[in-house]
């Protein structure tokens, strides 16, 4: 009569063989291996509501540094006074919902918190972009302008930025 000895070594040989196979069945059944949603993000916004994730480019085109910058309830970070913000920061993978957003900053001299005057919506279009710039000019409005590339100042803001140097003599 034999005697069958099983190691440790041995058992975990055999543990990690019955994950292996398991993978292997669920990857022949599609279970576990079928394209998901994730895979394409344009593929799953849709709809109002579904999210989205962006790098997300901040412009002020206030006369005051602000900070607390909520798009859609999300933190965008902070951004400096004219002439034209400061160097600027990325926040990357921020996540959204498709549909109107609100938008929110406070004053980093006052502390007064302000709301957009308008609501800015995010589209399946845009969607389909990397990047997102959020541009906040002093009328209190906000320009959500995706892009494929690190947002740049748009023609608005520059216009914005052009009469602040001239009116400082700069």
């Known amino acids: 009569m034999k005697r069958l000895a099983i190691t440790a070594k041995g058992a975990a040989e055999r543990w990690v063989g019955w994950e292996v196979a398991s993978v292997c069945l669920l990857c022949l059944t599609g279970a576990a ?26 412009k002020s085109y206030l006369e005051r540094p602000i900070f607390d910058v909520f798009v859609g309830g999300q933190d965008i970070g902070l951004d400096g006074g004219q002439p034209h913000g400061g160097p600027g920061g990325l926040m990357t993978g921020v996540q959204f919902r498709l549909g109107p ?11 007064a918190t302000t709301k957009a005057v308008n609501q800015p ?7 389909k972009h990397q ?27 520059e216009e914005i930025n052009r009469q602040w140097r001239a009116s400082h003599g700069q």
Not at 36 to 43: G, K, L, N, V
Not at 101 to 111: E, K, M, Y
Not at 138 to 153: Q, R
């Open 33 to 58: 291996c079928s394209p998901s949603a994730e895979s394409d993000s344009t593929a799953s916004a849709h709809a109002e509501g579904q999210v989205v994730y962006f790098d997300v480019g901040l």
């Open 101 to 111: 957003q609100n938008v929110s900053w406070r004053d980093a001299g006052t502390g």
């Open 131 to 157: 990047y997102l710039g959020v541009h906040i000019y002093p009328d209190n409005t906000v320009e959500l302008v995706p892009d494929d590339g690190w947002p740049d100042p748009t023609a608005r803001g």
């Open 121 to 127: 919506v995010l589209t399946p279009d845009m969607a």
